[in-house]
Nanobody, 126 residues
Framework: QVQLVESGGGLVQAGGSMRLSCAAS????????MGWFRQAPGKERDVVAA????????FYADSVKGRFAISRDNAKNTVYLQMNSLKPEDTAVYYC???????????????????WGQGTQVTVSS
């Protein structure tokens, strides 16, 4: 059973930056696609960004393109989400998720992911 532990959430002013981290347990991290999702109150959980196991291929939701960047350090079993130019509408609980496959590909579909972190709250004040 793979465990994911997110960190880095909190309160930030609009226009600010924040970096989320997600540390994974287990082996073969580099062969597993990872993703970041978010869920605001009363809304569905939506994809923010995704990355292949190799780190070569990435995906971004239109709402965060040019502001957010997903990356990973396979030596540390960790995936990151750098968030810049934050807006109040970015306020949500952010979840890290992983697949048991996906060394060369990613998925933007939340139903493709096999395990999830506990979530971390990001609040952007106006």
């Amino acid at each position: 059973q793979v465990q994911l532990v997110e960190s880095g959430g909190g309160l930030v002013q609009a226009g600010g930056s924040m970096r989320l981290s997600c540390a994974a347990s287990g082996r073969t991290f580099s062969s597993r696609a990872m993703g970041w999702f978010r869920q605001a109150p009363g809304k569905e959980r939506d994809v923010v960004a995704a990355i292949s196991g190799s780190g070569v291929s990435t995906f971004y939701a239109d709402s965060v393109k040019g502001r957010f960047a997903i990356s990973r350090d396979n030596a540390k079993n960790t995936v990151y989400l750098q968030m810049n130019s934050l807006k109040p509408e970015d306020t949500a609980v952010y979840y890290c998720a992983g697949k048991y496959s996906g060394g060369r590909s990613y998925s933007s579909n939340k139903f493709d992911y096999d395990y999830w972190g506990q979530g971390t709250q990001v609040t952007v004040s106006s």
